[in-house]
């Protein structure tokens, strides 16, 4: 009488020796790169999402037992890894993987006045993935498209109140997010010019979180003394409008990085309301 487990023993040596029969006969798998997708993204880092598809052209089934990756961006060397999620193939079929990478932008730039200059990067990622035990190299390049700073304007400038001696006025500032993510600014400190003179200087500490595509207003009252600023605040309440340069710096808490600032500039005009 046979025993089971001598069996079974059997059973698998004429498996693995059938398997090593048909190696020179199975053509080796292939991988696509298929997308790159932002999966999460705030200023100053983010998850990029790698899409691929593996196929297999052979008329057994097939396992992704494992993978690597290796991320570089303007050529420096950003994230390194491995993807341990075992994916079936079907015979002559195909299967999708996606490789998760966590970038930090500022391991890449020096500054946060640097990250902003830029408005793209080139990347590169390239690995494997081991398909029935044969290494299948990949690679694939890209740009990727970074995160905007806040912007910061000047909406209007309301004359509320106009006497002999001086008037006061309502400036109100704009801070626009562009991005597809809310932005939290920590601080604001600035310096409005117009006319000819510095018309407010100040600062605030706590911004409310401004949300994706959003913009938040900020009301600055300010009082003119007409014996101290002269004729130049005259000429600015005749017009209708009011050339205008806002400057200062902007705070944000970076994760790991304490806090930093960003020097900002912006010229234009602004409409005088009474």
């Not at 498209?145 to 309502?170: D, K």
Request: proline share 6%; glycine share 8%; with cysteine.
């Amino acid at each position: 009488m046979i025993r089971k487990p001598f069996i079974w023993i059997l059973l698998a040596a004429v498996s693995f020796a059938g398997c090593k029969m048909m190696a020179p006969f199975l053509a080796a798998p292939t991988v696509s790169f298929q997308q790159m997708r932002i999966q999460d993204m705030s200023l100053f880092d983010a998850t990029l999402l790698f899409a691929f598809t593996v196929h297999n052209p052979n008329p057994v089934g097939a396992t992704i037992r494992k993978g690597d990756y290796h991320l570089t961006i303007e050529d420096a060397s950003m994230a390194k890894g491995t993807v341990d999620k075992p994916i079936r193939v079907a015979a002559g079929g195909s299967a999708p993987i996606e490789v998760p990478v966590h970038v930090n932008f500022m391991d890449l730039f020096n500054s946060i006045n640097a990250l902003a200059l830029r408005d793209e990067v080139a990347y590169g990622l390239s690995g494997t993935f081991d398909v029935m035990g044969v290494s299948i190299p990949y690679n694939t390049q890209g740009k990727l498209a970074l995160p905007e700073f806040p912007e910061i304007s000047v909406t209007s400038l309301t004359v509320s109140e106009l006497g002999l001696s001086g008037a006061r006025i309502n400036v109100v500032l704009s801070v626009a997010n562009p991005n597809e993510f809310a932005v939290a600014v920590d601080g604001l400190r600035y310096a409005l010019e117009t006319g000819g003179m510095t018309l407010v200087d100040g600062s605030t500490q706590s911004l409310p979180r401004i949300e994706k595509n959003d913009r938040l207003a900020l009301s600055v009252p300010v009082e003119l003394d007409f014996l101290s600023v002269g004729r130049q605040a005259m000429r600015l309440l005749e017009g209708n409008t009011a050339p205008y340069l806002i400057s200062g710096e902007m705070y944000f808490n970076v994760p790991g990085g304490g806090r930093k600032t960003l020097p900002f500039s912006k010229d234009g005009h602004v409409s005088l309301r009474r």
